[in-house]
């Protein structure tokens, strides 16, 4: 008896992608390409008649793009995992495709390991970045976190070495500034996160951050 197969659409408004990604894909004996579509339109259009479980969505398309059609995807199909795909890519378009139900988001040029990864991932209901795009959201989460804190430059060189567990000592002689200053960036950290100690810092970051 035949396996069953699973079901993978790409979005992607240029040919030579679709069908790079579609003889990766296919070289795993349990996925098959079932829709290819040159945007979110055309790409809502097929679903009508085919369901797959997983779309590869790129993020700039025309007509519609990948952004609107995982919003429209996430209310019509919660079923169908949405995992968004791009080249070259920003932080904040990252997050917009986490905001409207994205599981996770890749490079197109992902390598076969990583795919196997990604889909055990999704499957067990976690979220997917590969590592080039999971670095590009934290450093644009970090960024509106400490702004929104207000953190200075140097408290938030203070407060990502807090969180490396460097001591006191070593936080002064990496930053060439006096161990008193670090206990003051310290104080003023914790002011402004709202906890009372070096472990409420660590947990802060870990919450919000990681």
């Known amino acids: 008896m035949e396996k069953t197969k699973l079901k993978i659409a790409i979005a992607d408004d240029h040919k030579i992608s679709i069908e790079g990604?579609?003889?990766?894909?296919?070289?795993?004996?349990?996925?098959e390409v079932v829709?290819?579509?040159?945007?979110?339109?055309?790409?809502?259009?097929?679903?009508?008649?085919?369901?797959?479980?997983?779309?590869?969505?790129?993020?700039?398309?025309?007509?519609?793009?990948?952004?609107?059609?995982?919003?429209?995807?996430?209310?019509?199909?919660?079923?169908?995992?949405?995992?968004?795909?791009?080249?070259?890519?920003?932080?904040?378009?990252?997050?917009?495709?986490?905001?409207?139900?994205?599981?996770?988001?890749?490079?197109?040029?992902?390598?076969?390991?990583?795919?196997?990864?990604?889909?055990?991932?999704?499957?067990?209901?976690?979220?997917y970045f590969s590592k080039d795009i999971l670095a590009l959201l934290l450093n644009y989460e970090q960024n509106n976190f400490y702004k929104n804190k207000m953190l200075t430059p140097r408290e938030n060189e203070v407060l990502q070495l807090v969180y490396d567990e460097f001591s006191n000592k070593e936080i002064a002689d990496k930053l060439n500034i006096d161990y008193r200053t670090v206990e003051t960036h310290k104080s003023t950290i914790k002011k402004k996160l709202g906890v009372k100690s070096v472990v409420g810092i660590v947990k802060f970051m870990r919450e919000n951050l990681y």
């Open 21 to 31: 990604m579609k003889v990766l894909l296919e070289t795993f004996d349990y996925i």
């Open 35 to 127: 829709i290819e579509a040159f945007n979110g339109k055309e790409l809502l259009e097929k679903l009508e008649n085919i369901r797959p479980e997983i779309i590869l969505m790129d993020v700039r398309m025309p007509l519609m793009d990948g952004i609107e059609a995982t919003k429209i995807i996430s209310k019509q199909y919660p079923e169908i995992k949405v995992i968004g795909i791009s080249y070259l890519c920003s932080g904040f378009l990252v997050k917009s495709m986490m905001n409207v139900g994205a599981k996770g988001f890749i490079s197109k040029d992902l390598r076969m390991v990583d795919y196997e990864e990604m889909f055990t991932k999704i499957f067990n209901g976690q979220v």
